[in-house]
């Protein structure tokens, strides 16, 4: 057994969503999360910025004995993840896999959409781990830059998020996908607005739910489950502190959530 914390770490507070599987998933596990904050949004910046901006979030994560780090950013994920994980001897999850994953076997008529960030529509990430899965699959991907600042603002369920939503998804709508990869953590936090533009019946994919399963195999695996009968805690940080992420966080979690503030330039 394991008693160490997982890390989890993501631009802002879309890795909650990594978090709220984690602690379905694995309810002993303590968890140390890191919201970069001060410096969202990734999906715009370069490959390079992004990766130096994660090596700060692993190293301090580190600090905090952690034993595996989740990567809870598909922008990280899908650009930065070799660099990171040759430069870091520490187990890394990204979470583009578990959500091609899931896509390839949800869909029906073979025809699935991507939403995601600038960076992460640009990699062309998940259309290739998809094809790699089934290469029968045609993918459908569009960059949904605002749906990032709409959901650290609280408004993933007001009118601003719908018009957004029906102009974004226009072109895949009219695509007839059955299956649409939320592919940035932060979606999942506007899901009822998603689904209500997409029709019911398009199943919406988030990869978190089987992220937060393989982080469980991989800890099985190595025998490193943590077997502590204390109840597990989770420390929050933010790189720059606003009231946003500890309301929002506090109601997306169903818990009260206190974060402290760091500066990540120390790391």
């Known amino acids: 057994m394991d008693n160490r ?3 989890v770490f993501d631009s802002g507070l879309g890795g909650l969503t990594v978090v709220k599987e984690l ?5 002993k596990e ?3 999360y890191f919201g970069d904050t001060a410096r969202i949004p990734y999906g715009t910046r370069s490959r390079e910025i992004v990766t130096r901006y994660s090596s700060q979030s692993i190293r301090f994560l580190l600090s905090k004995n952690v034993k595996m780090a989740v990567i809870a950013c598909n922008t990280v994920s899908a650009g930065s993840f070799e660099p990171l994980s040759a430069s870091f001897d520490l187990p890394l999850v990204s979470v583009i896999q578990p959500g091609a994953t899931a896509a390839a076997k949800a869909t029906q008529n073979g025809r699935v959409g991507v939403i995601g960030t600038s960076g992460t529509i640009r990699s062309k990430a998940y259309p290739h781990a998809i094809r790699s899965i089934r290469p029968d699959i045609t993918v459908y991907d569009q960059a949904c830059p605002l749906f990032v600042p709409i959901a650290e603002e609280g408004w993933g369920n007001t009118e601003v998020a719908r018009l957004t939503a029906e102009r974004y998804l226009q072109g895949i709508r009219q695509k007839e996908v059955d299956t649409l990869v939320l592919g940035c953590t932060h979606y999942p936090l506007l899901e009822g607005i998603l689904s209500s533009v997409m029709g019911s019946e398009v199943r919406l994919i988030n990869p978190a739910v089987n992220t937060a399963r393989q982080v469980r195999e991989m800890l099985q695996g190595v025998n490193q489950l943590s077997q502590s009968k204390v109840e597990p805690g989770i420390e929050f940080y933010v790189s720059d502190f606003g009231q946003n992420f500890q309301t ?6 169903g818990k009260k959530i206190q974060a402290q503030c760091i500066d990540i330039e120390e790391y």
């Open 23 to 27: 602690m379905r998933e694995l309810p």
């Open 5 to 7: 914390p997982i890390g």
């Open 30 to 32: 303590r968890i140390v």
């Open 248 to 253: 929002i966080g506090s109601h997306f979690l």
